[in-house]
């Protein structure tokens, strides 16, 4: 049994106060609310000039033993939350992170763990209470959509939140378009290039990352493409929830389509983020640039470190193929998606031969 002051709710407030002032007050249980009466636990006897302050307070405050139940203390890691639900060879092979987007977190879980999903779920809701729904990968991106499958382990069923990436409000439904908060940095790097005054062409614009983090910033018209109506559905949307200073015009279709038919010799920068098949697209890139110069920012995968030499080399075949004269102003590891699986984004200046 502990001891507390048992005070009116009235005063409850003032008297807290008072006794975390003095130091008194024990963090690690409970208040307990009786009837009209709340009861502070306190981790010593009152001194009597001590018991004179809180009688200042509230006349009818008096001292009690009482039952108080102790705090629970959140954990601090997965790890922690899980100890003693999963056995040790499990906690070996938890994976130590997983993403989040928006109040939404996906993990991959390894195979063996697959019939304890939902205490691993809740075990990432117990140490983030920002996170208020959990799914797993059940596999990679796939499709023209880029899209990766998932299952529900934990919390609301909901796929649907809004992501703040450095300032930049995107509702995204995880379940229906791209998305990868990971890639945060990146769209910052290629926004923070772009001045007053640009025209951009974001040929697979997702929800739009890229675009709204070019307009938030800058003076400068995006022509937001993406081939996913879902995908162009979530752009309007991020349209109004952010205040750009840019124009973005969000383009249903096929990026080559629209190119071809609509926005040949438009723009001096072209974002190619589809790392699987960019390369396919070289040439309408070539079209879109006004007088076939300007700056390309174009992502693929690469295998491992050597791979980018290799894929660098067919990049600039591609590029002279298409009769332009390119100069690779940088090439950026951006993500690992997997052991020795990179993606890495070439920065590339494109002048006509
Ligand atoms: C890897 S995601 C990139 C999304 C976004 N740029 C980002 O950083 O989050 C590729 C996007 O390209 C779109 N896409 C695939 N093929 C396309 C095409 N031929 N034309 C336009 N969009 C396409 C997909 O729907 C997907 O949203």
């Not at 954990?75 to 987007?101: D, N, Q, T, Y």
């Not at 005054?197 to 307009?215: K, P, Q, R, Y």
């Not at 723009?267 to 076939?292: S, T």
């Not at 030499?309 to 004269?325: A, H, I, P, S």
Request: charged residues 30%; contains cysteine; proline residues 3%.
């Amino acid at each position: 049994m502990g001891i507390g002051i048992r005070v009116s709710r009235i005063k409850a407030e003032e008297v807290r106060k008072l006794l975390k002032l003095m130091g008194v007050l024990d963090e690690k249980f409970k208040v307990a609310k009786v009837n009209d009466k709340v009861i502070f636990p306190i981790t010593r006897e009152l001194k009597a000039e001590e018991v004179d302050e809180v009688l200042k307070i509230e006349s009818n405050a008096c001292i009690v033993g009482f039952e108080f139940e102790p705090k629970l203390r959140k954990p601090r890691s997965l790890i922690e939350a899980l100890s003693g639900k999963l056995e040790p060879w499990m906690l070996a092979i938890l994976p130590r992170s997983f993403s989040i987007v928006g109040d939404i977190a996906i993990i991959e879980i390894p195979d063996q763990l697959y019939s304890y999903r939902s205490i691993i779920g809740e075990g990432i809701m117990a140490v983030n209470s920002s996170v208020k729904a959990v799914y797993m990968k059940t596999g990679g991106t796939e499709g023209i959509y880029r899209i990766r499958p998932i299952e529900h382990i934990a919390g609301e069923r909901r796929t649907e939140t809004i992501h703040v990436e450095y300032g930049c409000r995107m509702k995204v439904d995880i379940s229906k378009v791209y998305f990868n908060p990971s890639l945060s940095y990146e769209h910052v790097r290629v926004a923070s290039k772009v001045v007053d005054g640009e025209t951009v062409i974001d040929m697979f614009t997702g929800v739009g990352s890229f675009a709204l983090h070019i307009a938030l910033r800058t003076k400068a018209r995006v022509y937001a493409i993406d081939i996913n109506p879902e995908a162009i559905k979530y752009l309007n949307e991020n349209l109004k929830l952010n205040k750009l200073k840019g124009e973005i015009i969000p383009i249903y279709g096929d990026a080559r389509e629209i190119i071809n038919s609509k926005l040949q010799n438009t723009a001096n920068r072209i974002i190619m983020n589809l790392p699987h098949n960019a390369i396919e697209f070289i040439d309408v890139a070539i079209k879109a640039l006004r007088d076939m110069k300007g700056i390309i920012h174009y992502y693929t995968y690469v295998a491992s470190h050597e791979g980018i030499t290799l894929e660098r080399d067919k990049l600039l075949m591609e590029l002279r193929r298409n009769d332009v004269e390119a100069e690779i102003l940088e090439a950026r590891r951006v993500l690992e998606v997997a052991p020795y699986e990179l993606i890495t984004v070439f920065d590339v200046k494109i002048c006509r031969k």
